[in-house]
Nanobody, 123 residues
Framework: QVQLVESGGGLVQAGGSLRLSCAAS????????MGWFRQGPGKEREFVAV???????YYGDSVKGRFTISRDNAKKTVYLQMNSLRPEDTAVYYC?????????????????WGQGTQVTVSS
């Protein structure tokens, strides 16, 4: 079993920045693809970013150029640096792990999930 614990969410003004962290425990982390998803009020879960075992990354269109995903395998932690935040970025952000390292665009491709952390961007 893999446990994922997120932190770093909060309230921020539009144009500001936040860095989310997701700490993993149990089993192997380094070989997993790690993704971030978000779900705003009344919206479906949306793909944000993924980083694969190789270190390759992919971003959703709505965040590309503003968000950066990274990982520290020694710390078993994945990060999401969020810059130039907009009110529409307001959502619960979830980290997810894919032991098969596919790093899918779809949430169904991930086996393990964190509890979510709230990000609120005010105008």
């Amino acid at each position: 079993q893999v446990q994922l614990v997120e932190s770093g969410g909060g309230l921020v003004q539009a144009g500001g920045s936040l860095r989310l962290s997701c700490a993993a425990s149990g089993r192997t982390f380094s070989s997993y693809a790690m993704g971030w998803f978000r779900q705003g009020p009344g919206k479906e879960r949306e793909f944000v970013a993924v980083i694969r075992w190789s270190g390759s990354t992919y971003y959703g269109d709505s965040v590309k150029g503003r968000f950066t995903i990274s990982r520290d395998n020694a710390k078993k932690t994945v990060y999401l640096q969020m810059n130039s935040l907009r009110p529409e970025d307001t959502a619960v952000y979830y980290c997810a792990a894919d032991p098969n390292n596919r790093g899918s665009y779809y949430s169904s491709g991930y086996r393990y999930w964190g509890q979510g952390t709230q990000v609120t961007v005010s105008s």
